[in-house]
């Protein structure tokens, strides 16, 4: 797929606290798979399309499967204003990584950690915006929980692929229609799929 390429400037500041969420990380050689190429790509696309559609600020999102926090912070250094993201993965040893790798904006109260089964989190309020990109690490069961829990009217952006070799991937899609149809989405507004050398990973934004 060819997207306009919207370069995006990370504070040098930030990228001093990623070293140190590496550095600090008791399995740095888990932290790092964070910053594979195709992790990168993807979040990198998704926030070049987000930064396509909207034109908003002061604007507050929920990441599911948020992991060490890599893509809030590429979403803060965005031209999207975020006045606060929540960053929820369900394993314990993120938290501490992803506050560190967005320690700026911990620091300000624009960014907290959250430890919590995404099929059971408690939303406080109704964020303008969900992402998950982590939809091929979720039975349909599982994903179906999460989706009905989701405030109406939230804007909704899903990403997954078609990389079947993982054992954690249970429920991957052929082709991006596939996953549209999977997904619930009552209003489509973005529906675009990656090459990668490995896989392909399918993007879809709307509302539930």
């Given amino acids: ?102 320690k700026r904006y911990e620091m300000e109260g624009k960014f907290s950690a959250v430890t919590a089964d995404m099929c059971e989190y408690e939303y406080t309020d109704q964020p303008y915006m969900v992402i998950n990109t982590s939809c091929e690490h979720l039975t349909q069961q599982q994903y179906n929980k999460w989706a009905k829990r989701v405030p109406t009217s939230t804007e909704v952006i899903l990403q997954s692929n078609n990389y079947f070799e993982l054992e954690e991937h249970v429920n991957c899609s052929n082709s991006v229609s596939s996953f549209e149809k999977k997904s619930k989405l009552k209003t489509l507004l973005v529906k675009d799929e990656l090459e990668l050398p490995k896989y392909t990973r399918y993007m879809l934004m709307g509302r539930f």
């Fill in 1 to 102: 797929v060819r997207y306009q390429r919207y370069y995006m400037k990370v504070e040098l500041e930030d990228i001093k606290f990623w070293m140190d969420a590496i550095r600090n990380s008791e399995d740095r050689d888990r932290t790092l798979e964070s910053f594979w190429g195709g992790q990168l790509k993807s979040k990198e696309w998704l926030v070049e399309t987000l930064q396509r559609h909207h034109h908003v600020g002061n604007v507050s999102c929920v990441i599911f499967g948020g992991w060490n926090g890599v893509l809030a912070n590429l979403l803060f250094n965005s031209t999207i204003g975020f006045k606060h993201i929540t960053s929820v993965d369900i394993d314990p040893k993120c938290a501490e990584i992803a506050n560190t790798m967005n």
